[in-house]
């Protein structure tokens, strides 16, 4: 039986032509209990902590500006003010998220959308010290797991403390 062939997303093609490796995987754990979510995630060898949310926001300087962080966490936009040089950011409004990163919510790629926008993009520096994350394939339930180094390096990123801590 033959295995079906998953179309490359934009950001798979993009990641291909500058050799980046990473795995593409078809990854719906959205409307699944915990112990469902988990059951899954195994079967990929990702833990959830592995799972990061691409987040758009604005900042008063610089415009659409972008932070990559674990889905499990949540962003403080202080910290992303001030390392983005911004004096204040804002969440981008869900209305303006489309026309503004060319996603949908729960679809937004890092790599998509440098390619498309190049806005600056940060990513929290827990991923840093990890060989792989998830991060949205550009399409709803599709993910890809990265090297977040060498995605850092071809967006001329920066790792940096993004957290709210509780």
Do not use: C
């Amino acid at each position: 039986m033959s295995k079906k062939k998953m179309k490359k997303t934009l950001p798979e093609q993009v990641m291909d032509k500058h050799n980046i490796n990473y795995e593409p995987l078809e990854l719906n754990i959205l409307d699944k209990t915990p112990a469902e979510r988990d059951v899954i995630l195994e079967t990929f060898h990702v833990k959830h902590d592995d799972i990061y949310k691409t987040l758009a926001a604005n900042g008063d300087k610089t415009g659409p500006i972008v932070a990559v962080l674990p889905i499990t966490k949540h962003l403080s936009l202080k910290k992303l003010a001030i390392i983005s040089g911004n004096k204040k950011v804002a969440m981008l409004p869900l209305k303006d998220l489309q026309k503004t990163t060319g996603y949908i919510h729960g679809a937004n790629n890092p790599v998509g959308i440098w390619q498309n926008k190049h806005f600056p993009i940060y990513f929290d520096h827990t991923a840093s010290e990890k060989s792989h994350i998830l991060v949205s394939g550009g399409e709803l339930g599709r993910s890809d797991k990265v090297n977040p180094k060498e995605i850092v390096n071809l967006l001329h990123s920066q790792f940096a403390d993004l957290l709210e801590h509780e």
